[in-house]
């Protein structure tokens, strides 16, 4: 498969994700709902929403399922051991300092969330 780029961004519209991966709507809400793996936020207006994770699992499930032709069975597992042990080192506490520069994509990234909320809040 050749290496998708995905843009430095922390949140996708539905329709950036489908353009992204090449996959229609409907297949992401089927993958949502077997592979349990993602999960976008709704807003109160019904648009999805999917964080830059949500989008790397889905492009890895759509290479494992469609690529490679592997077992739904098999991914989910395949999704547990990549991704399952990654989150719960995320929540783990560290004692590594602050890396500024993460502190400033954070930053940059809940500003982006207050725009779009903002903009919601508007119609």
């Given at each position: 498969?050749?290496?998708i780029?995905i843009p430095?961004?922390l949140?996708?519209k ?12 409907r ?8 592979f349990?793996?993602?999960?976008p ?31 739904k ?16 080192e995320?929540t ?32």
């Amino acid at each position: 498969m050749a290496e998708i780029k995905i843009p430095d961004k922390l949140t996708f519209k539905r329709k950036e994700v489908t353009q992204l991966t090449k996959l229609d709507g409907r297949v992401l809400d089927y993958w949502e709902k077997e592979f349990a793996a993602f999960a976008p936020v709704i807003n109160q207006s019904g648009e999805k929403f999917y964080s830059r994770r949500d989008v790397e699992v889905i492009l890895v499930i759509k290479q494992w399922l469609i690529q490679e032709k592997r077992d739904k069975g098999l991914i989910k597992d395949l999704l547990l051991e990549h991704f399952g042990l990654a989150a719960s080192e995320q929540t783990a506490p560290t004692a590594d300092p602050v890396d500024p520069k993460k502190l400033q994509k954070i930053r940059s990234g809940l500003k982006e969330i207050l725009t779009l909320l903002a903009k919601d809040d508007k119609n």
